[in-house]
């Protein structure tokens, strides 16, 4: 690839992220672009406090503050006055339903895949 050619390339991908990046910062935080951490690291204090953040060396845990993610943009969404600009709340709605079937759905490979290791081994 010629020199040329690669740099064109960086500054399209640039421009792509870049657009990207304006339109869920819209999306997911308000006037602080850190929001949607900030608010999720505050919450996964207060999970732990209680003994109830997600283990997220798990897929269950990942999948499950997949769903804490999504509930926080829909909270994000109706709060503003202008629409989503990257995807629409009720968009927002169907994947906090998809990532919460997603959730059981790793719950129940781990507790399937428990069950078989703890099953004597015939020969």
């Known amino acids: 690839m010629k020199i040329d050619d ?4 960086q500054e399209e991908n640039s421009n792509k992220k870049l657009n990207l990046r304006k339109l869920k910062g ?4 308000n006037e602080d672009c850190l929001a949607n951490f900030k608010v ?10 209680y003994n109830m953040e997600p283990d997220m060396t798990t897929p269950q ?3 499950m503050w997949d769903v804490i ?8 969404l109706d709060k503003k006055t202008d629409k989503a600009k990257n ?9 906090l339903e998809n ?7 790793c719950r129940l490979d781990h507790q399937d895949r428990n069950k078989k290791q703890s099953e004597p081994q015939t020969l």
């Not at 690669?6 to 390339?9: H, I, P, Q």
């Not at 819209?26 to 935080?29: E, F």
């Not at 999720?40 to 406090?49: A, G, N």
């Not at 995807?87 to 994947?95: A, L, V, W």
């Open 6 to 9: 690669a740099l064109k390339r």
């Open 99 to 105: 990532y919460s079937e997603l959730a059981s759905e």
């Open 69 to 76: 993610q999504k509930v926080l943009r829909i909270l994000n």
């Open 61 to 63: 845990g990942v999948a």
């Open 26 to 29: 819209h999306d997911y935080a």
């Open 87 to 95: 995807e629409s709340i009720e968009d927002s709605h169907i994947d």
């Open 40 to 49: 999720r690291s505050d919450l996964f204090k207060v999970l732990k406090e």
